[in-house]
Each structure stands twice: as C-alpha cells, then as structure tokens.
C-alpha cells in the first residue's frame, strides 16, 4: 500500500480528529456464529459441480453451457462462433451467413490464448481479433461495439447460480463481455466452485497476502436480463443478448 499518495498523513488526520491514537493493527475478524453458507454443496466433486452448473444454466438462465477438453477447444469455438454470426433476418437464418464478415473479439489473457490460436478461428466471413492494449481504449471499445461475440477467461464457476466470475485486468477489457451481442466464457472444471462464498474467500486471501486485487470483479449469470418491470422476463435489456459457457473437463 506504500504507492498510496499521503496515505499515512490522510489516516493521522482521521486519527487526531477523532481524539485518539491511529489503530495500525489488523481488526481481528469475529468467528460467525452460523456457517451454513459454508456447508451448501460441500463435499461436491468437481464434476458434480460441473453437472449443477449446466443443469441451472440451461433451465433458470436461458443460456448453454458445453463441455469439451482442451484439443477440442478450438473447434468447439468455431462452432459456437458460426451459430452466433449468422443472420437472423435472412428466411432461412439457421444456415445463412452475414452478409458483411462477422466479427469477434478475444480476451489476450495469456491463459486463453494457451488454449488456443485465435487465427484458427479467422476466416472470410468471420474476422477476430484480439484484443489488445497498445492500441488504447478507443479502438478496442469499437471493435467490442461491433463484434457480434465476445470470448473471454472466467477465473471461476459458481456451480449454484451459474455465475462467471471474471477479474477485470488489462489484457482483458470489460468491453469484451458486455458489448458484443454474445458471450463466452471459458472456464476450467478444476475453477468451479459451489457458490458466492467460495468466490469472495479467494478474494479475500488475495488481500490478506497483500495481492494487488483486480480493479472490478465482475460476476456474470448469462445474458444480460432483468424482470423488474411488472415481473415479465426481458433479455438483451443492458448487455449480451447471449451467452454460453464452455468448460474444460480435462483442466
């Protein structure tokens, strides 16, 4: 925290003012009483978190979640991508390609790019690109404008709301899941977890070790959606119109 400008000036004048010496020792964390939100889905193995988390993602989110390893992870990306940039106005829109070259943008976090060459993916109707932080904010904001999916890394799985959690970073824009009209999020199965609480334990070890926590944590359940209005279910209202969530079994 020593790169916090006037830091220990700003808490000393907080101190004087309230008539007492600074207090620089850590607040001891009281032990709850009740732990229940500890106990639901513990013991689940991490397939059976896999198996929770796609059977909520299809039947309350709308969304599709798949399986595959990493040697198939490219082609299930070229397929998922083909399904989203087709044009839906066309009579026979199931098989009938944009009429301009569809566009997707892909996180560079060096984890995803590990799993796979997003050139593989790049064909006449269908341009990707990465994204990339030497060409500033403005232009990555476009391409995300435009793009029709967004690919990003989900750094966890949240077996019981079918939540991805994604840590904001430079290689990977929040752009690049809330703007293009489809997101996918890759995530390995050793990365779910049951639920929130296992989500907000990490983030808290990270700041007990003194870890530079990321700038926004997003946690995202499939397509952007809200029913707040007279209770009727609208999709697409703030964000993605659509999501799919792509778990590596053998990660």
């Known amino acids: 925290m020593s790169d916090i400008i006037n830091r220990n ?26 732990t229940c939100h500890q106990d639901v889905m513990a013991g689940k193995s991490h397939d059976e978190l896999k ?7 299809h039947k309350a989110l709308g969304a ?20 989203y940039c087709l ?14 070259p ?11 790019l590990e799993l796979f060459d997003p050139e593989q993916l790049d064909t006449d109707e269908h341009v990707v690109h990465v994204w990339n932080t030497q060409l500033g904010y403005g232009p990555n904001i476009e391409i995300a404008e435009r793009a029709k999916v ?9 077996a019981e709301s079918g939540t991805m959690v994604l840590y904001s970073q430079p290689a990977q824009g929040r752009a690049i899941s809330l703007l293009p009209e489809a997101s996918v999020f890759v995530v390995p199965k050793s990365a779910l977890v049951a639920r929130l609480t296992q989500a907000t334990a ?28 007279e ?21």
């Open 9 to 34: 000036r700003f808490l000393d004048n907080i101190a004087a003012k309230l008539g007492r010496p600074r207090q620089t020792t850590p607040v001891e964390r009281p032990s709850l009483r009740y």
């Open 51 to 57: 198996q929770a988390l796609i059977d909520y993602t």
């Open 64 to 83: 599709q979640a798949l399986v595959t390893t990493r040697a198939d992870l490219t082609e299930t990306l070229r397929q998922v991508c083909a399904g």
């Open 87 to 100: 044009d839906e106005t066309a009579p026979n829109h199931a098989n009938t390609p944009l009429a301009a």
């Open 102 to 112: 569809s566009e997707t943008l892909v996180s560079a976090d060096p984890r995803l």
């Open 150 to 158: 967004g690919i990003v890394y989900a750094e966890q799985a949240l």
């Open 202 to 229: 990490e983030l808290h070890k990270k700041a007990e070790q003194g870890e530079r926590l990321p700038s926004c944590v997003n946690f995202i359940s499939g397509p952007s959606s809200t029913a707040d209005i």
């Open 231 to 251: 209770l009727i279910k609208v999709v697409g209202v703030h964000g993605p119109v659509y999501a799919t969530y792509i778990i590596i079994d053998d990660l």
